[in-house]
């Protein structure tokens, strides 16, 4: 993904689409990306006129760039997992601090 769009984090945060500027929250409200446990991440515009919103899905433990035109049409997907990024060492460790309740004892 990074050898596509740059290194995660690197884009920008808003983005203009036929003169109107869109905020990354925006960005992924219009493309029905702003689900509950998606995170902003950044944007990037590629030299093919594309443009590509990266978020962080939560509930699958991924990173996502998300790939669209100007007409907002759905050009493809890249997601990888957040253990590719930290290594699979600082992953584990990190769930082993997550502290989740167990809905039984609620």
């Known amino acids: 993904m990074e050898s596509r769009y740059g290194p995660l984090g690197s884009g920008g945060q808003t983005l203009t689409i036929n ?3 869109y905020s990354l929250s925006e960005l992924l409200l ?3 990306l702003d689900f509950g446990d998606s995170r902003p991440i ?3 515009t590629l030299s ?3 443009y590509v919103v990266r978020y962080f899905d939560a509930e ?3 990173a996502v760039a998300h790939e669209f035109n100007a ?3 759905f050009l ?3 997601r990888a997992h957040i253990a590719e990024w930290i290594g699979e060492e600082a992953y584990l460790d990190w769930l082993r601090r ?3 309740r167990c809905p039984a004892q609620l």
Request: net charge negative.
């Open 76 to 78: 493809g997907e890249t």
């Open 48 to 50: 093919d006129g594309h």
């Open 30 to 32: 219009r493309l029905g």
């Open 42 to 44: 950044d944007v990037v």
């Open 60 to 62: 699958d433990q991924r």
């Open 98 to 100: 997550v502290r989740v």
């Open 19 to 21: 003169g109107v500027v």
């Open 71 to 73: 007409d907002w049409r």
